[in-house]
């Protein structure tokens, strides 16, 4: 595999990767822009924005952009994130340039008509009581909000349907030429594609995304604090936060490395000891979310009502346990888990294009595999063991549950617990 890069006169990132035993091809572009860009009045709009260009432009109908694409087997699709969105494709090698021409049309030249939009909104309305109706997924909205309170990383993405159905057209096209700017824009395009003839299709389609760098966002403040909601559900869904680490931060494998000793699979100390040795739930994970210019490490788990002391109180030692006894043996599990996941995406045209487009706005260069690597093998027991105890010392824990009344009462004592630990 070939990685091959080049910045446009616009300042617009062109990265490629061969793949030559592939005849399909994944293009798409990736905005260094999310939620986290919006002001106060336009909570929900990049993702409006990119339901929206999928809904008619001054050359196509939303059915068209469909089916010029579906025609010839082809997928396209988009998604909205904290920090970025990304409209994407995939096609047979020789339908490259039309997906371009498709991807470059949704961006450049959008319809916003009136109807579609009023239509879309609806659409989102639907989707954000959707979300309503999971608890699983809606204990991480609460979760992000106390994590940070009132700021812009801390608002869902979907919006709220007042805001949502707030948004007309100028409201659409302001965000978008005050965010879609070439010097925060990549595009990538891995598999069976050919440099030279990727720059050309981009410099002709996306050469005027021009101006300045767009305003950088409001800084991630974590916060902490507690949100209980008393629902009538068979279980408490319940999710715990500390402050993380950035995407930049030179012990980020470390603590990603911590993070799946404690709570990433089925080998992890939170599955055997709170599921497989004392069955207090179905579900229990840990994660690290890394961020810009910060992170989040956080512990979900289902259960019910009568264990969630038990279950948090567990949950507490074991992650407390790791910052101090990590073992060699789980170290080397954890970085193989990790090691793994890289190596998976260069299977995949579409990870691929996704690995590197974010390696370009998170570092502004690809990472060579073999550093990626050797990153991840400078991982210790004591690196481990000190991103654990520095990631608990910092205190101030964010706690989300959901669900009978007396689970939740429970619940809040994680929150001294955790503090307890951090003095």
């Known amino acids: 595999m070939t990685v091959e890069v080049t910045k446009l006169s616009s300042g617009l990132t062109v990265i490629t990767d061969e793949m030559p035993h592939l005849q399909t091809a994944t293009m798409g572009i990736w905005v260094g822009s999310g939620s986290r860009d919006e002001q106060p009045q336009e909570h929900g709009i990049s993702h409006l924005l990119e339901h929206m260009a999928f809904k008619g432009t001054e050359r196509r109908s939303a059915r068209q952009i469909a089916e010029e694409i579906e025609q010839v087997g082809g997928d396209i699709n988009a998604a909205t994130s904290f920090e970025t969105t990304a409209y994407f494709a995939s096609v047979l090698k020789a339908d490259m340039p039309l997906a371009v021409d498709v991807l470059s049309d949704i961006l450049s030249k959008p319809a916003f008509d009136p109807n579609e939009l009023k239509r879309?909104?609806?659409?989102?309305?639907?989707?954000?009581?959707?979300?309503?109706?999971?608890?699983?997924?809606?204990?991480?909205?609460?979760?992000?909000?106390?994590?940070?309170?009132?700021?812009?990383?801390?608002?869902?993405?979907?919006?709220?349907?007042?805001?949502?159905?707030?948004?007309?057209?100028?409201?659409?096209?302001?965000?978008?030429?005050?965010?879609?700017?070439?010097?925060?824009?990549?595009f990538a395009a891995t598999g069976a594609v050919e440099h030279a003839a990727v720059v050309a299709e981009a410099e002709r389609r996306f050469g005027h995304f021009k101006g300045p760098a767009a305003p950088v966002p409001q800084a991630a403040s974590f916060g902490g604090g507690t949100r209980l909601e008393a629902r009538d559900l068979e279980q408490v869904h319940i999710a715990l936060a500390l402050e993380g680490l950035p995407q930049r931060d030179a012990?980020?494998?470390?603590?990603?490395?911590?993070?799946?000793?404690?709570?990433?699979?089925?080998?992890?100390?939170?599955?055997?000891?709170?599921?497989?040795?004392?069955?207090?739930?179905?579900?229990?994970?840990?994660?690290?979310?890394?961020?810009?210019?910060t992170g989040m490490f956080g512990i979900y788990a289902?259960?019910?009502?009568?264990?969630?002391?038990?279950?948090?109180?567990?949950?507490?030692?074991?992650?407390?346990?790791?910052a101090t006894n990590i073992?060699?043996?789980?170290?080397?599990?954890?970085?193989?888990?990790?090691?793994?996941?890289?190596?998976?995406?260069?299977?995949?045209?579409?990870?691929?294009?996704?690995?590197?487009?974010?390696?370009?706005?998170?570092?502004?260069?690809?990472?060579?595999?073999?550093?990626?690597?050797?990153?991840?093998?400078?991982?210790?027991?004591?690196?481990?063991?000190?991103?654990?105890?520095?990631?608990?010392a910092r205190g101030r824990p964010a706690i989300a549950a959901l669900g009978p009344r007396k689970g939740l009462e429970s619940a809040e004592t994680i929150v001294e617990s955790f503090k307890r630990r951090a003095a």
């Open 120 to 186: 879309e909104q609806n659409v989102i309305v639907q989707e954000i009581g959707a979300t309503e109706d999971a608890p699983d997924d809606l204990v991480f909205d609460y979760l992000q909000a106390v994590s940070f309170p009132n700021q812009p990383m801390g608002r869902a993405i979907l919006g709220t349907p007042e805001t949502v159905c707030s948004f007309k057209d100028q409201n659409l096209r302001a965000y978008l030429d005050r965010n879609y700017r070439a010097p925060d824009m990549v």
């Open 251 to 293: 012990n980020l494998f470390s603590l990603q490395v911590f993070s799946i000793v404690v709570g990433g699979g089925m080998s992890s100390r939170l599955f055997q000891e709170v599921r497989e040795k004392r069955g207090l739930c179905y579900t229990i994970s840990a994660f690290h979310a890394p961020y810009a210019d």
């Open 327 to 392: 073992t060699e043996a789980e170290v080397n599990r954890a970085k193989a888990q990790i090691k793994v996941g890289l190596l998976m995406a260069l299977e995949s045209s579409g990870a691929r294009a996704r690995q590197l487009a974010n390696q370009i706005l998170t570092y502004g260069r690809a990472l060579p595999i073999e550093e990626m690597i050797a990153r991840i093998d400078n991982v210790t027991v004591e690196s481990a063991r000190a991103a654990g105890s520095a990631l608990i």
């Open 302 to 322: 289902g259960t019910d009502a009568g264990d969630v002391k038990e279950l948090m109180r567990v949950a507490v030692d074991e992650t407390a346990a790791a």
